[in-house]
Antibody, heavy 123, light 112 residues
Framework: QVQLQESGPGLVKPSETLSLTCTVS??????????WNWVRQSAEKGLEWIGR???????DYNPSLKSRVTMSLDTSKNQFSLSLYSVTAADTAVYYC???????????????WGQGTLVIVSS | DIVMTQSPLSLPVTPGEPASISCRSS???????????LDWYLQKPGQSPQLLIY???NRASGVPDRFSGSGSGTDFTLKISRVEAEDVGIYYC?????????FGQGTKLEIQ
């Protein structure tokens, strides 16, 4: 079955860049016609959708984060990545990657999710 | 952004009893194709969210039939016909009608 696993530093300094990778197993991200998503969860904001990337590299970002976010694919490693620039304490959260399992028009639903990785922004 | 509002935020339930969670959106989630772009997730303690219901009323694979989703437009309901101990956790609704997708605040179901 499809499985996702997040990885990356658990501690990032303010003003630096948060970089996370999601490794996908059970399906090729380049051939599957699915978007690949990033979602974060914090006590202050709850669940927040960050953005998504399609196998052809097309991206959609949450407008609230768009100026600081970049997503990319590494098809050779079957991974996709998130970069969040100029982080502050407000970016402290558990970050999840998730597959878009939707197959009806533009509808989307996330299944499965990775287990999540906690990122703390602190000096 | 579309605002998703859930109620109640806390839901104590006796095992075997039914439970109901409401989710309201600030604009209609009914798309021109006739589908409601509304999903439900359950986050069990210490776990990541898992899909329960998609397109308002379709149970995801492996989800027990005691879970059901209903509603259309701006008002949606998740019902559990008979709550079991394994159903504890936080339930979230999420819309996918437009960017950005947004979630409700969550409803914490606990066994009393």
């Amino acid at each position: 079955q499809v499985q996702l696993q997040e990885s990356g530093p658990g501690l990032v300094k303010p003003s630096e860049t948060l970089s996370l990778t999601c490794t996908v197993s059970g399906v090729s991200i380049s051939s599957a016609q699915h978007y690949w998503n990033w979602v974060r969860q914090s006590a202050e904001k709850g669940l927040e959708w960050i953005g998504r990337i399609y196998p052809n590299g097309v991206t959609d970002y949450n407008p609230s984060l768009k100026s600081r976010v970049t997503m990319s694919l590494d098809t050779s490693k079957n991974q996709f990545s998130l970069s969040l620039y100029s982080v502050t304490a407000a970016d402290t959260a558990v970050y999840y990657c998730a597959r878009d399992a939707g197959w009806v028009g533009t509808a989307t639903w996330f299944d499965p999710w990775g287990q999540g990785t906690l990122v703390i922004v602190s000096s | 952004d579309i605002v998703m509002t859930q109620s109640p935020l806390s839901l104590p339930v006796t095992p075997g009893e039914p439970a109901s969670i409401s989710c309201r959106s600030s604009q209609s989630l009914l798309y021109s194709n006739g589908y409601n772009y509304l999903d439900w997730y359950l986050q069990k303690p210490g776990q990541s969210p898992q899909l329960l219901i998609y397109l308002g009323s379709n149970r995801a694979s492996g989800v027990p039939d005691r879970f059901s989703g209903s509603g259309s437009g701006t008002d949606f309901t998740l019902k559990i016909s008979r709550v079991e101990a394994e159903d504890v956790g936080i339930y979230y609704c999420m819309h996918t009608l437009q960017i950005p997708f947004t979630f409700g605040q969550g409803t914490k179901l606990e066994i009393q």
